[in-house]
């Protein structure tokens, strides 16, 4: 590695992933079979037995309008954990934030999330 990739590795920062814990009442259930499967496909066909196959697609628009007009977001995770950052990208399971590192926070983990701007003081 050159002098100059080295600099742009620390200049960039590490990324950070934010895993969620799964509930103690999903580790016997049948959402973890013998062939030991991936705690995150487990996760997967956990979400997807909850939600029906109807959606208003509210939250899709509600990210897009956030990651168009740069909402600087505050999310609070489950164990407390508190991240501020611009939401750079997302999907049916994560969010990818950006802040001065860019962190992947599967949305199952989030406890709730706010615009920076309502200064919110929750507990």
Known sequence: ???????????????????????????????FSRRKDSSILAHHEMKSAYNGPESSHAEEFYFQKQMQTQTLMVFILEDGERIEGYIEWY?????????????LIYKSSIKYLYKASENHQHG
């Open 1 to 31: 590695m050159s002098s100059s990739q080295t600099a742009s590795v620390i200049a960039s920062g590490p990324r950070k992933l934010v895993r969620p814990t799964l509930p103690a009442r999903a580790l016997g259930s049948k959402y």
């Open 91 to 103: 999907d049916r399971d994560a969010i990818k934030v950006k802040n001065h590192t860019r962190t």
